[in-house]
């Protein structure tokens, strides 16, 4: 069944952090051990998310993490898409090579359908609605 991807519940769960610390900034190590999450395996998503735009990294003694703008402008689609990429509910959507009936497949239009739902969700929520709910 469809399920989210453990990196992005990892990602989402250091913004949470991030957004709901007093201080300016956490060290991965502080978020991973709140989050119970492998500090190794956190750097490579903090990274990806600091690729994208969504965290900025300052060095120093009192460096970190934090987020690069405020919850209620990051849109969790901007998220998923950060972690994962594009959401694809099957690989024939992306390329219809991978599908014998290609444009005249009926499923395909289901698929599609589900793929919009999904992405007009993620695009409607921001990272302060999660922390709200």
Not at 4 to 17: F, S
Not at 37 to 64: C, D, F, M, T
Not at 70 to 93: D, F, N
Request: hydrophobic share 40%; proline share 4%; glycine share 8%.
């Amino acid at each position: 069944m469809f399920s989210v991807p453990t990196r992005t519940q990892y990602g989402i769960r250091a913004l949470v952090h991030l957004a709901m610390s007093e201080a300016r900034s956490s060290t991965s190590a502080e978020i991973a051990k709140a989050q119970s999450i492998s500090p190794k395996y956190l750097e490579g998503i903090l990274g990806q998310l600091k690729n994208s735009g969504l965290v900025l990294s300052e060095r120093g003694a009192h460096g970190g993490y934090r987020l690069a703008r405020e919850p209620e402008a990051i849109r969790m689609l901007e998220v998923v898409e950060a972690l994962e990429g594009e959401v694809k509910p099957v690989g024939c959507l992306e390329d219809s090579v991978h599908c014998d009936f290609d444009v005249g497949c009926l499923p395909r239009r289901f698929w599609s359908g589900l793929k919009e739902t999904i992405d007009e969700y993620f695009a409607s929520k921001t990272l302060k609605d999660v922390i709200e709910t």
